[in-house]
């Protein structure tokens, strides 16, 4: 039988909060404004800030843009969040 996680909002799901942190960490090491990210993937900086703040989603594209934007290999960042653990 399978095992049923409970109903969370995806952007008060744990496992979405350590995505936008990783993306928050790739963004400062890459020593990104948050207007810089923005421009870079076609949303406003207040955009990013809900995004940061989890207010607002950010679809797949918007992350691999996001990475790319930071000079990171999506496929590494990708296959990272993979291994963590749920």
Wanted: net charge positive; aromatic share 4%.
């Amino acid at each position: 039988m399978k095992s049923h996680k409970p109903s969370v909002s995806s952007i008060h799901d744990p496992e979405y909060h350590t995505i936008i942190d990783a993306l928050i960490g790739l963004r400062e090491t890459a020593k990104l404004s948050q207007k810089a990210i923005a421009q870079a993937i076609g949303l406003t900086q207040p955009d990013i800030s809900k995004i940061e703040r989890r207010e607002r989603r950010i679809d797949i594209l918007e992350a691999l843009r996001w990475v790319r934007a930071t000079g990171s290999d999506p496929g590494e960042f990708f296959a990272q969040l993979g291994k963590l653990e749920r």
